[in-house]
Structure formats: structure tokens, C-alpha cells
């Protein structure tokens, strides 16, 4: 069974710094793109970051470039987001993701759908 299980959301000022984590199991982890969605009340769902295990390639939307960072720990099946310089409109429900087939680019392509998604952790950012 495939469960993605997020962690490390909470509640900081703005200009602060959190780490979500998402825990990977049920599929080999070295062939996945994982990556993070958020959602915010009343906005669209946004596509956050992504990594390519196979080859390292990364994406960002532009919202986030230069405060976060996505890496993985192959050993732990873990991946990690780190948000640093926090800002009030980063507030939002983050969701991990996981998908064989796509590349990192691919949480930038709107109509494209990963196949697993995890239950989501809150970030709230005040300002």
C-alpha cells in the first residue's frame, strides 16, 4: 500500500523558517517524482516544488524560488521542504505527492495529475 505521510507544518511569523517532511512507502522510492501542493482558502491549488529521485532534477514555482528547497534522504524515503523567509501568503494546506511516471517539471504543467497524494500538513505564516 502506497502511504505518503506529511509532517513538520505548524504555525510561524513571517521571515521564519519550517521543514515538512513526507515519508514514503509501498513503491520504490528511487523511481518516484515526489513533490508538494498547497492549497489556500479560496485560491487555486498551486504546485509548490518537485524532485526527480531518478535524476535530481528539481522544479519551483516561481513564488517560492529563493526560500525553498526540496531535497530527498534516499536512505530514509524521505523528502523535505524547507521554507525559509516565510511569508503570510505561504499559508496553506501542503500536500506531498507522488508519481512514476512525471518528471520534477511536471508539478508546473496544470492539467497534469500525480498518482498519490498524502493527507496534507498545515502551514500558517502570521504576520
Not at 534516499?74 to 521542504?81: E, M, R, S
Amino acid at each position: 500500500e502506497v502511504q505518503l505521510v506529511e509532517s513538520g507544518g505548524g504555525l510561524v511569523q513571517a521571515g521564519g523558517s519550517l521543514r515538512l517532511s513526507c515519508a514514503a512507502s509501498g513503491f520504490t522510492f528511487d523511481d518516484y517524482a515526489i513533490g508538494w501542493f498547497r492549497q489556500a482558502p479560496g485560491k487555486e491549488r498551486e504546485g509548490v516544488s518537485c524532485i526527480s529521485n531518478s535524476d535530481g532534477s528539481t522544479y519551483y514555482a516561481d513564488s517560492v524560488k529563493g526560500r525553498f528547497t526540496i531535497f530527498s534522504d534516499n536512505a530514509k524515503n524521505t523528502v523535505y521542504l524547507q521554507m525559509n523567509s516565510l511569508k503570510p501568503e505561504d499559508t496553506a494546506i501542503y500536500y506531498c505527492v507522488a508519481d512514476l511516471f512525471a518528471t520534477a517539471q511536471a508539478m508546473g504543467v496544470m492539467t497534469y495529475s500525480f498518482d498519490y497524494w498524502g493527507q496534507g500538513t498545515q502551514v500558517t505564516v502570521s504576520s
